[in-house]
């Protein structure tokens, strides 16, 4: 029987109810499943998935939505409970074994340097102020911000001389601490700015690969090289590397910024101390100075590599591809900047997608 259960004005961290969830799924071997926020994608999602009740459908942004399809109703109710308590063991802290600061004014009066936020995005901008008020520099993983509101604390962190990564960052590697969705990787003296989350996860895993390293890795979110907010984030991450004694080259990873943005970053780097790869994927430029190109990650990767050691190569995989019996080859991406990179790299040949690069 199919039962959604809402949570009311009741927000968690995306990472927490797949972890919750997960626990559920294990706990009882039914993989009919799932825990979100009831969001427009995510209501969206649970229909494609035969998961959302007419129940369901009456829950808004702010709710959080357990949605199963069990055996029985006591099934169902079980399954809600075991659910419940896996979601107040990740929320205390008691899975892991650590402790967590009881109010966020406790955090703020800390000595940490950064908060990372994981909040709806109507309440950003004032929590986000609160930290940047009290000298701490900011990761925000939540999305839904207003643009007006993302280029206020940006300048509000400039100010401050603090770094605003965000929102919508998913992944930083900072002082050798992975944050969001990060990868274990060798420490090293290769820096990566990146205002693609999916790109930078790419990057530092063939970096690792290649047996180099990085230093500080700085997401800054996608909408940060739009004119509109001008790139604030990225130049402020450079002035960083460009300070700091453990980096001795510096990767830029996204998508194609705006034109008046790719120019400010490419004179800032041009103007730097230290070696630079740049990577605005699709991109075909040329090399000069300081500067390195590339047009894909794997290429940026490479590059960035054999500036410390010319015979850096990643390594080929022995497994051999399947022969094509049929006329169509599907893929399904689940990071926007990777599917970007496909397209790319596929443009010579009639393709489809749902998200084109070329929108005509």
Not at 208 to 220: L, P, R
């Amino acid at each position: 029987m199919l039962k959604n259960f809402i949570l009311k004005n009741n927000y968690n961290d995306s990472v927490v109810l797949m972890t919750a969830a997960n626990g559920v799924r294990n706990e009882f071997s039914n993989k009919n499943v799932s825990a979100v926020m009831a969001t427009p994608q995510n209501m969206e999602l649970l229909e494609s998935l035969n998961l959302l009740s007419d129940e369901g459908k009456k829950a808004v942004s702010a709710d959080l939505i357990f949605a199963i399809d069990a055996d029985n109703a006591e099934t169902a109710e079980k399954m809600f409970e075991a659910f419940q308590k896996h979601l107040s063991a990740k929320a205390s802290g008691k899975d892991s074994g650590k402790s967590e600061d009881s109010s966020f004014d406790t955090a703020l009066s800390g000595d940490a340097a950064l908060v990372l936020m994981s909040i709806p995005g109507r309440y950003v901008a004032r929590e986000a102020a609160r930290a940047l008020g009290a000298g701490k520099n900011v990761m925000v993983f939540s999305d839904n911000v207003p643009l007006e509101e993302e280029l206020r604390l940006k300048k509000l962190a400039l100010e401050k001389k603090l770094l605003f990564m965000g929102p919508d960052c998913g992944t930083c590697i900072i002082n050798g601490k992975g944050l969001g969705f990060a990868n274990v990787i060798k420490p090293g003296n290769i820096g990566i700015v990146g205002a693609s989350g999916s790109g930078i996860q790419e990057l530092t895993c063939a970096i690792d690969k290649m047996g180099q390293g990085v230093s500080q890795v700085i997401g800054v979110g996608g909408r940060d090289i739009k004119s509109a907010v001008g790139g604030l984030s990225m130049l402020a991450a450079m002035d960083l590397l460009e300070s700091d004694r453990n980096t001795d080259i510096i990767i830029i990873v996204s998508k194609p910024p705006d034109a008046d943005v790719a120019d400010k970053l490419i004179s800032k780097a041009k103007s730097g101390r230290k070696k630079y790869v740049i990577n605005f994927l699709t991109m075909e430029l040329k090399d000069f100075g300081n500067i390195q190109f590339a047009s894909n990650l794997e290429e940026a990767a490479v590059r960035v590599c054999r500036l410390l050691d010319k015979n850096a190569a990643l390594p080929v995989s022995s497994r051999a591809l399947p022969k094509l019996k049929d006329k169509y080859l599907r893929a399904l991406y689940a990071g926007g900047t990777l599917c970007y990179e496909a397209l790319y790299l596929l443009k010579d040949i009639e393709i489809f997608s749902n998200t084109p690069i070329n929108k005509d």
